[in-house]
């Protein structure tokens, strides 16, 4: 290919078409009781979508797990669920991982103290979700020491493979611009290949987005970041972007993994429908 060919072809479009909003549930993990959330309702209970002929499914759910200490992360995360919920049938939700370190400690960091709105997962809680994505600061380019504990903490999960074929995807915090926007995301993938899981990079799917050079952003192909120097600095306009593209690029990419799975439950309807 000649000079300047092949890499560059996102820069003004999105490969996926933001309208693909067709896809049903996956009904491999629908075994759950199928109930609307209230407003004021804890966010695990299911949310349905209305379908032809009355009939209910389940929303597909993207679990967004993180670990924010002074907040960055968490806004974030918040973003990425505003994207997910921007894609028909599918809706975010999101879950902190337990912390590590004791109150004093905490105290003593000056930690701020974080919304109860937000529930702590457990590792168990994993299964229910059709697509995950982990936010995390970095530790010397790698992930801190909250999420390892929480990945630690999934070894029956990967003994039973129960992870297996859920996509998953990153989005990091680093204090500096050579802190570990890629490695951080990059060394957290054995995590996912162990469990069996799907990883999804964003690539340059932001688009021209990804190639402005005019001001300071975090993030990269591997996910959305954000740099958070001394820790007073706040997520820019183009980071909170990328972290929401990121979310409705994720929704749909679930829709699709989705879609063979709805082709067998229409069978099976269909199969129940006529008496066969």
């Known amino acids: 290919m000649g000079k300047g060919g092949g890499c560059c072809a996102t820069k003004h479009r999105s490969p996926l078409d933001e309208s693909d909003n ?3 549930p996956n009904p491999q993990r629908d075994s759950m009781s199928v109930t609307s959330v209230q407003e004021g309702q804890n966010p695990r209970i299911d949310s349905t979508v209305p379908l032809q002929d009355g009939a209910l499914l389940k929303k597909l759910r ?3 797990v993180f670990y924010s200490m002074y907040g960055h992360i968490e806004g974030l995360a918040r973003m990425m669920k505003k994207g997910i919920d921007g894609i028909e049938g599918v809706e975010g939700v999101l879950f902190r991982v337990p ?3 004791s109150p004093e400690v905490l105290d003593q960091m000056k930690v701020p103290s974080k919304e109860e709105e937000i529930p702590v997962i457990s ?3 994993l299964v229910e979700a059709d697509g995950l994505l982990f936010g995390f600061p970095t530790r010397y380019g790698s992930m801190s020491a909250q999420m390892k504990a929480f990945f630690d903490s999934t070894g029956q999960l990967w003994k039973e493979q129960k992870l297996a074929g859920v996509p998953a995807g990153f989005f990091v915090s680093t204090g500096t611009q050579g802190g570990g926007q890629e490695t951080t995301a990059w060394t957290a993938i054995t995590q996912l290949a162990h469990h069996g899981m799907l990883y999804v990079p964003i690539g340059y799917t932001f688009g021209a987005g990804m190639f402005k050079m005019d001001s300071i952003r975090g993030g990269s192909p591997y996910g959305a970041g954000v740099f958070s120097g001394d820790g007073s600095r706040e997520p820019s306009d183009t980071e909170l972007a990328l972290a929401e593209h990121q979310g409705k690029y994720m929704a ?3 829709k699709r993994v989705a879609r063979p799975y709805e082709s067998i439950a229409a069978d099976h309807s269909t199969q129940a429908a006529s008496g066969s």
Do not use: P, Y
Request: glycine share 0%; aromatic share 6%.
């Open 22 to 24: 067709d896809i049903l």
């Open 252 to 254: 749909m990419i679930v």
């Open 123 to 125: 590792a168990e809680e």
């Open 62 to 64: 993207i679990f967004i």
């Open 99 to 101: 912390e590590t370190l």
